[in-house]
């Protein structure tokens, strides 16, 4: 990159402060903006900025200070189950990154979009422009996506659609599945040919670096998913059951899991306790297959899933007092679906 310095949009949430690490580890000067502060600043290059990327003035003032060879785009609403409304903060801050790129002629834009776009059972989408959004979230990013192709130029932005993504800092993962898994409260299908795509928040770092550094002109495609390749829930849980060191995965048809998703449902209309509802059992049952092949052709990025685990039952242990009671306590399993 020419002058080394680069823009992280949403820089202290959970993917975000992951990557502008490894963009600092890259020795690049890394601007950090996001609503909140970073806990540990942990290298000189790296810059934080609180603020609004919608605030022109504020943004004005930090492309004063020179050029950014690349802008990688993250910050977002990303809670899931919200009203449309509460999502137009996302197309807004796309329109204000889109008109600070153009006014600045940023070389490179990477816009995190989701894998929410398109969700249908056992398909890929036929092209980048193949959208089947299921919620509110995945519309707003559908409005987003189109707003970047019809606004930047071609040779000028690369859009990334994570999947299921997971490590050191996701705190919903912690308290969710692994924290059912240590108390062997989890229910996942008997069906080995169920996947999912399950992305290590380090390896999703390092393939965004890798794609940033290619050559958008020359890639065959402007939309690129990125994960680890799909993996039975199975195994995947395999993994953190050894870095546990205990824990349990119940396993059950995908008839009876449907069953109890539609009774944990009907459950929580009610006020009743519903460990798993109908939306995680329909995740639990079926196989949404996303096309990762040309990202791990492109970055040759891939997850040590033994170390990954290990490190995220570390990091789980030194930051939550119930974790760490758990391991040492016994209780009768009661059964549910994985929050992630």
Same mark, same amino acid.
């Given at each position: 990159?020419?002058?080394?310095?680069?823009?992280?949009?949403? %820089?202290? =949430?959970?993917?975000?402060?992951?990557?502008?690490?490894?963009?600092?580890?890259? *020795?690049?000067?890394?601007?950090?903006?996001?609503?909140?502060?970073?806990?540990?600043?942990?290298?000189? $290059? #790296?810059?934080?900025?609180? =603020?609004?990327?919608?605030?022109?003035?504020?943004?004005?003032?930090?492309?004063?200070?020179?050029?950014?060879?690349?802008?990688?785009?993250?910050?977002?609403?990303?809670?899931?189950?919200?009203?449309?409304?509460?999502?137009?903060?996302?197309?807004?801050?796309?329109?204000?990154?889109?008109?600070?790129?153009?006014?600045?002629?940023?070389?490179?834009?990477?816009?995190?979009?989701?894998?929410?776009?398109?969700?249908?059972?056992?398909?890929? /989408?036929?092209?980048?422009? @193949?959208?089947?959004?299921?919620?509110?979230?995945?519309?707003?990013?559908?409005?987003?996506?189109?707003?970047?192709?019809?606004?930047?130029?071609?040779?000028?932005?690369?859009?990334?659609?994570?999947?299921?993504?997971? %490590? /050191?800092?996701?705190? !919903?993962?912690?308290?969710?599945?692994?924290?059912?898994?240590?108390? =062997?409260?989890? #229910?996942?299908? *008997?069906?080995?040919?169920?996947?999912?795509?399950? !992305?290590?928040?380090?390896?999703?770092?390092?393939?965004?670096?890798?794609?940033?550094?290619?050559?958008?002109? @020359?890639? /065959?495609?402007?939309?690129?998913?990125?994960?680890?390749?799909?993996?039975?829930? %199975?195994?995947?849980?395999?993994?953190?059951?050894?870095?546990?060191?205990? !824990?349990?995965?119940?396993?059950?048809?995908?008839?009876?899991?449907?069953?109890?998703?539609?009774?944990?449902?009907?459950?929580?209309?009610? =006020?009743?306790?519903?460990?798993?509802?109908?939306?995680?059992?329909?995740?639990?049952? $079926?196989?949404?297959?996303?096309?990762?092949? /040309?990202?791990?052709?492109?970055?040759?990025?891939?997850?040590?899933?033994?170390?990954?685990?290990?490190? $995220?039952?570390?990091?789980?242990?030194?930051?939550?007092?119930?974790?760490?009671?758990?391991?040492?306590?016994?209780?009768?399993?009661?059964?549910?679906?994985?929050?992630?």
């Amino acid at each position: 990159m020419k002058s080394g310095r680069v823009m992280v949009t949403g %820089g202290c =949430g959970f993917i975000g402060a992951h990557l502008v690490e490894l963009l600092a580890k890259n *020795n690049l000067e890394a601007i950090s903006i996001d609503h909140r502060k970073r806990a540990v600043k942990t290298a000189d $290059t #790296i810059r934080d900025v609180v =603020g609004d990327v919608r605030d022109r003035s504020l943004m004005s003032e930090i492309f004063s200070t020179g050029t950014f060879d690349c802008i990688f785009d993250l910050a977002a609403v990303s809670t899931i189950g919200l009203q449309s409304l509460e999502y137009r903060r996302n197309i807004e801050q796309t329109r204000a990154m889109i008109e600070y790129c153009l006014t600045h002629d940023v070389p490179k834009y990477i816009y995190y979009s989701t894998q929410s776009v398109f969700r249908k059972p056992g398909c890929v /989408p036929s092209s980048d422009v @193949d959208y089947a959004p299921i919620d509110a979230y995945g519309k707003a990013k559908v409005k987003s996506e189109e707003l970047i192709r019809s606004l930047l130029p071609r040779n000028k932005f690369l859009i990334l659609r994570p999947t299921y993504i997971w %490590g /050191p800092g996701h705190t !919903g993962f912690r308290n969710g599945l692994l924290y059912r898994l240590l108390k =062997g409260h989890l #229910i996942i299908s *008997n069906d080995p040919n169920i996947k999912r795509y399950y !992305g290590y928040v380090e390896t999703i770092a390092a393939q965004t670096l890798a794609l940033s550094r290619l050559s958008f002109v @020359d890639l /065959p495609r402007k939309v690129y998913y990125i994960s680890d390749d799909a993996i039975s829930l %199975g195994d995947f849980c395999g993994y953190l059951v050894l870095a546990l060191g205990r !824990g349990k995965a119940w396993s059950a048809s995908p008839s009876l899991i449907r069953l109890l998703g539609t009774i944990g449902t009907l459950n929580s209309k009610l =006020g009743l306790p519903a460990p798993i509802n109908s939306i995680q059992a329909r995740d639990l049952t $079926t196989n949404f297959p996303v096309p990762i092949e /040309p990202t791990l052709s492109l970055t040759e990025c891939v997850t040590d899933l033994t170390l990954a685990a290990a490190k $995220t039952v570390g990091w789980a242990i030194r930051t939550d007092e119930r974790f760490r009671s758990a391991l040492d306590s016994h209780t009768t399993p009661r059964l549910g679906g994985p929050d992630r």
